[in-house]
Structures are given as structure tokens and as C-alpha cells.
């Protein structure tokens, strides 16, 4: 069964270091999502792109983050200057379609803690 | 007032019991329900999803949404120990996709 897939699994970066966090999508699916959970929190959505570019971004998804596709398989998450508040789980997203009721395919999570 | 609210739990029953979680919500516009289960660190899993109004049946499963309270409930039926995850209720907000999620309930089954 396809499946969306992230890594690293764990990142352990320094404050005010960069970060790339990696997804590949499922090979069909057009949309794509990264979420984040910081621990004992909600799931909370961060971005959401299509057709190469964003469609919606959070109140979170500030001029510190960015997204990418650059290629054909990967999506990217790319943090620039990390804070400390940005330790969470960060997971990757796709969906065929956008519409209501489309399932969403989570892949398993990348686990970044920031010192 | 939060869009999604979930009592975390956690919640812990014997094997064979009914399993009842909960969720409300506070946007009348919203349309899709889903329910996500999510193993300990793993991604979110779809379970089922439910579209307006009524119930919706899937094995053990049950997916109940009442539009006119903004509540929505999952019922599992005779819950095994392999049922044990955290529970997470969402909205699809809008046709944009953006899922909205409730806290989550992280449930035990004890054999």
C-alpha cells in the first residue's frame, strides 16, 4: 500500500540553525500538507500547497518557514533561524484531491527538538 | 471559543467494552467529520469520516455526528487492547482541506 514517508525521523538541531525537513508524497496525490504537534498539544495545520504553490498557510507558518517541491517526489519544510518553541513533531500530508471528505495520508512524523 | 474541543482523558477500560469519545465543535458551517487514530509515534490515521448529519457504521465503528448540537461521537464496539491509540476528532475546514483537530483522547484497553 503506498504511504507517505519523512525524514529524518529525529532532528536535533541549535537554536537559530537552519532546518530541512523531507516528505515524499504519495506518487498520485496532488495536494500537499505539513502539520505540526508540539508534545501534549493539538495536531495543528501549518500549510497547505498545490500546483507548485501555496494555497493556505497558518497564522504559524511565518516568514520563518518555507515549502518546496523540488522535484517531482519531495516536498520540503524548511525552518530557517529555529526557536525554541519550534520543538514539535512535524508531519507530511497528501491528498488526491482537496475537496471535502478527501482522505489526508499522514506520513509518520519528524521528531525535531531544538536546544 | 476554541473550534475543536476533545476531552484528552485518558481513558481506560476492560477488553469487550464500549468504547464512547467525544468531540463538539463551534462553527455551524462545518461539514466533514473525521475520526483519526494515532499510534504512539506514528502519523494520524484515518478511521472514518461522516458527512452532515447521522451515524455511520464500519465494523466496531461507529461514527455519529448531530449537526444541531455541533456533536460528534465515535463508538467502538467489544474494544480490543490493540484499540489502544489516542483518538483524534477533525473538521475539514472548507474545501481548502485544512484539517482542524480536537486535543485527541489517548485510550487504554486492558485485556
Known amino acids: 500500500e503506498p504511504e507517505v514517508t519523512q525524514t529524518p525521523s529525529h532532528q536535533v538541531t541549535q537554536m537559530g540553525q537552519e532546518v530541512i525537513l523531507r516528505c515524499v508524497p504519495i506518487s498520485n496525490h496532488l495536494y500537499f500538507y505539513w502539520y505540526r504537534q508540539i508534545l501534549g498539544q493539538k495536531v495543528e495545520f501549518l500549510v497547505s500547497?498545490?500546483?507548485?504553490?501555496?494555497?493556505?498557510k497558518s497564522e504559524i507558518f511565518d516568514d520563518q518557514f518555507s515549502v518546496e517541491r523540488p522535484d517531482g517526489s519531495n516536498f520540503t519544510l524548511k525552518i530557517r533561524s529555529t526557536k525554541l518553541e519550534d520543538s514539535a513533531m512535524y508531519f507530511c500530508?497528501?491528498?488526491?484531491?482537496?475537496?471535502?471528505?478527501?482522505?489526508?495520508?499522514f506520513g509518520p512524523g519528524t521528531r525535531l527538538l531544538v536546544l | 471559543q476554541k473550534e475543536v474541543e476533545q476531552d484528552p482523558g485518558p481513558l481506560s477500560v476492560p477488553e469487550g467494552a464500549i468504547v464512547s469519545l467525544n468531540c463538539t465543535y463551534s462553527?455551524?458551517?462545518?461539514?466533514?467529520f473525521m475520526w483519526y487514530r494515532q499510534y504512539s509515534r506514528k502519523g494520524p490515521e484515518l478511521l472514518m469520516y461522516t458527512y452532515s448529519s447521522g451515524n455511520k457504521e464500519d465494523g466496531r465503528f461507529t461514527a455519529q455526528v448531530d449537526k444541531s448540537s455541533k456533536y460528534i461521537s465515535l463508538f467502538i464496539r467489544d474494544s480490543q487492547p490493540s484499540d489502544s491509540a489516542t483518538y483524534l476528532c477533525?473538521?475539514?475546514?472548507?474545501?481548502?482541506?485544512?484539517?482542524?483537530f480536537g486535543q485527541g483522547t489517548e485510550l487504554s484497553v486492558k485485556p
Open positions: 500547497f498545490y500546483n507548485n504553490e501555496i494555497s493556505e
Open positions: 500530508a497528501s491528498s488526491k484531491t482537496s475537496g471535502s471528505g478527501e482522505t489526508q495520508y
Open positions: 462553527n455551524s458551517a462545518f461539514q466533514y
Open positions: 477533525a473538521i475539514i475546514y472548507n474545501q481548502g482541506g485544512k484539517l482542524i
